[in-house]
């Protein structure tokens, strides 16, 4: 169904979504995260790296929603219309499973924040704990059923509001960076090798993308654009204001504190970082801070989560049910299957946290397959000049850069290791009963002989990792 005009989002509205869905809490801990692994050259490195690729892949973004205006749908559409039925519903599963169990973790973080004021709440994960988070849980589940444009309306103030503080934290710490201190940390305490720099950069390449997750929020939500050509720009504007704040926050941070100190903050490290330079206060304005910015973020990939399963069923690649939507044009069916997943993992994260830990393990692998295939399909178009006719500058240009952001995918997924690989595979195998039950709805043969033998790959890798981890080979 068309979006109404009144469900349009403008610029402003597409950019917040972008970088709401980006900034959540991996930039409140970033001074940690990368002063355990390397020194400010090794981070330099990895952010150009990093920044170069992700950059390349909104490019790639912003060039597919001019192309093929038609595929609506972002990460989910691309992966169906360049490679297929399977792995675009493959695409969607995973994308999904990213929003659901993030969305799990940023509960956990908030509550684990005032557990360290209130000890009720303990580690994130206590009878309190959950009760509250599924009271914050329903509540934004009820408001996004009123209406998709009053919910990024609040996701824009929300975005405003939680920029400001790791503003403000960037302004006291860059009166508080002391050159000395940077020099000390500027090749990480170890000789200047290529192998050890090799080693510190690749321990942060996964690190990097996850806090670059969200770029393509925009695209997502590309059926409510008021203008089509506003999805590519948000993207863009989206990246390199984040990008700027991911720099300025990892770099400042090794001009107060040494590394090993660093290494030994407490998540959010951010408030360590800020207390070293003005007092306690600091610690609880980054916690207070990064409370607002979970709960946006919350915001937004609920919203990311419903809008690709009901995208998928639209698409017919998902059960017929998940495409309804309610009087306010909301996809209710699938923001309720998706607001009942995320309470099944609250509830679990009490009877087994090391469970838990894992599935969240799994995510952060399961979003490299929809990102790679989306660099692919822009690479296929280019290398074919679909859509390409009387344009042979723009296709040279298309070309390289989705050359470069295939390959940055294909390098994520070898710097994750083959560990993370089996592991998604314990959630594809079994979540393709979803997508047998929309080919048999709609009367049509579930597998291609191709896809028969992905799914096979795929129950093989599941019975893999299970293996392994009963039997200890594979550790998490």
């Known amino acids: 169904m068309a979006s109404s005009s009144a469900q349009k989002l403008s610029l402003p509205n597409l950019s917040a979504m972008v970088v709401g869905s980006m900034v959540g809490a991996g930039i409140f801990s970033l001074p940690q995260t990368f002063g355990r692994v390397t020194g400010g050259f090794g981070a330099l490195i990895a952010w150009a790296i990093a920044g170069t ?54 509960f956990v ?103 670059f997750v969200g770029i393509e929020g925009a695209s997502v939500y590309s059926r409510y654009a008021r203008n089509r050509d ?48 003005v007092g306690r206060w600091g610690a609880v304005f980054v916690s207070i801070g990064l409370i607002i910015s979970v709960l946006g973020a919350y915001l937004s990939w609920s919203l990311l989560a419903a809008e690709v399963l009901y995208s998928a069923a639209r698409m017919e690649s998902m059960p017929r049910f998940l495409a309804r939507e309610n009087r306010n044009q909301v996809p209710a069916a699938a923001l309720w299957l998706t607001s009942s997943l995320i309470q099944i993992f609250l509830v679990f994260t009490f009877f087994a946290e090391q469970a838990f830990l894992l599935a969240l393990k799994l995510t952060s692998s399961m979003i490299l397959l929809p990102y790679l295939l989306v660099a692919a399909y822009a690479l296929k178009l280019a290398l074919r000049g679909e859509t390409y006719a009387g344009d042979p500058a723009a296709r040279r240009g298309d070309l390289v850069r989705a050359t470069i952001a295939t390959a940055y995918a294909v390098g994520l997924i070898y710097a994750g290791g083959l560990k993370f690989l089996l592991l998604s595979t314990v959630i594809y195998a079994p979540g393709t009963i979803l997508f047998v039950i929309a080919r048999r709805e709609q009367g049509k043969r579930v597998f291609t002989p191709a896809e028969w033998a992905l799914f096979a790959v795929a129950v093989a890798g599941a019975l893999a990792a299970l293996y392994g981890l009963a039997t200890g080979l594979i550790s998490v």
């Open 230 to 277: 506003d999805v590519g720009l948000a993207t863009i504007l989206g990246f390199v204001g984040v990008l700027c704040l991911l720099v300025l926050v990892t770099m400042l941070s090794y001009g107060v504190l040494l590394r090993p100190e660093l290494a030994a903050l407490r998540n959010p490290s951010m408030a360590g970082v800020l207390q070293a330079v």
């Open 53 to 106: 690729g992700m950059l390349m892949l909104a490019l790639v973004f912003q060039s597919l929603s001019r192309r093929k205006p038609d595929l609506d749908a972002g990460v989910f559409a691309y992966a169906k219309a360049g490679f297929g039925n399977y792995l675009g519903f493959a695409s969607a599963l995973g994308y999904w499973t990213v929003c659901c169990l993030g969305n799990v973790s940023y």
């Open 109 to 211: 973080l908030i509550k684990s924040t005032l557990g360290a004021l209130v000890p009720t709440f303990g580690e994130g994960n206590t009878v309190t704990a959950i009760l509250s988070s599924s009271l914050i849980l329903w509540g934004v589940h009820f408001m996004i059923l009123r209406g998709v444009k009053q919910a990024a309306g609040l996701n824009t103030i929300v975005t405003v509001a939680k920029i400001i503080p790791i503003l403000i934290f960037l302004v006291f710490v860059g009166f508080g960076f002391q050159a000395d201190i940077f020099a000390l940390n500027f090749w990480g305490g170890e000789a200047p090798t290529f192998g050890d720099l090799f080693n510190q950069v690749r321990g942060t390449m996964l690190v990097t993308v996850f806090v």
